[in-house]
């Protein structure tokens, strides 16, 4: 029983390519976030979804897209990389909406 | 969604108990108080939570007086592997979940 798995675990990338970051649940919980943590800013809401096919914003989104087709899978997108997404990602699964979340162990992603 | 108010950092002597008050004058009568403890390069792990009164699990107990304005974490006989980032959380069920900054808590050999 993983939890949640995010993938990739480090990136790299170079201003305007875009990348996906995939978080995978394997306990059928049916609310879903992403969020990004910076130095001395605490965590952060891009986006959540509270169920397959369904998205909103969260308190950070512009330069973010997600998608939720399946309930295991969430994915993050950023379509044209910029240095100020350099950030550590983290998406966390919610069973029931109760604000007791289970997290992933995080994805770096650096910008340059 | 209710703002919540914790001190930015606390220090504490291993074996002490610790206690993280959080602040949150305007909270709505569906919401729940819920803590999360982060170390370094991990995600957040939630802790504990509580609605009022008194909630105790094997790692911490959460109180919570009457008019439920404010909520505090203890923690029992701190070691040095309890040093981390603690957030307190307020929300209903079914509300996007925000963090802030939360309390750096430093236990000191």
């Known amino acids: 029983n993983a939890g949640v798995t995010q993938t990739p675990k480090f990136r790299v990338l170079k201003t305007g390519q875009s990348m996906t970051l995939l978080c995978a649940q394997d306990?059928?919980?049916?609310?879903m976030y992403w969020y990004r943590q910076d130095p001395g800013m605490g965590l952060r809401l891009i986006h959540y979804?509270?169920?397959?096919?369904?998205?909103a914003k969260g308190e950070v989104p512009d330069g973010y897209n997600v998608s939720r087709l399946k309930k295991q899978n969430f994915l993050l997108g950023l379509e044209s990389a910029a240095p100020s997404q350099t950030s550590v990602y983290f998406c966390?699964?919610?069973?029931?909406?109760?604000?007791?979340?289970?997290f992933g162990a995080g994805s770096r992603l650096t910008v340059l | 969604l209710a703002k919540t108010t914790q001190p930015i950092s606390m220090d504490s002597y291993e074996g002490q108990e610790v206690n993280i008050t959080c602040s949150h004058n305007?909270?709505?009568?569906?919401?729940?108080i819920t803590w999360y403890q982060q170390f370094p390069s991990q995600g957040p792990r939630f802790i504990i939570q509580?609605?009022?009164t008194k909630v105790t699990n094997e790692v911490a107990s959460l109180f919570i007086p009457a008019d439920r304005k404010s909520s505090t974490l203890s923690l029992p006989r701190v070691s040095l592997s309890d040093t981390a980032v603690y957030y307190c959380?307020?929300?209903?069920?079914?509300?996007?979940?925000?963090f802030g900054i939360g309390t750096k808590l430093q236990v000191i050999p």
């Open positions: 966390a699964a919610d069973f029931s909406g109760a604000n007791v979340l289970t």
């Open positions: 306990m059928n919980h049916e609310y």
């Open positions: 979804s509270v169920g397959e096919g369904t998205t």
């Open positions: 305007n909270i709505a009568t569906n919401d729940y």
């Open positions: 509580g609605y009022k």
């Open positions: 959380l307020v929300g209903a069920s079914y509300q996007k979940v925000t």
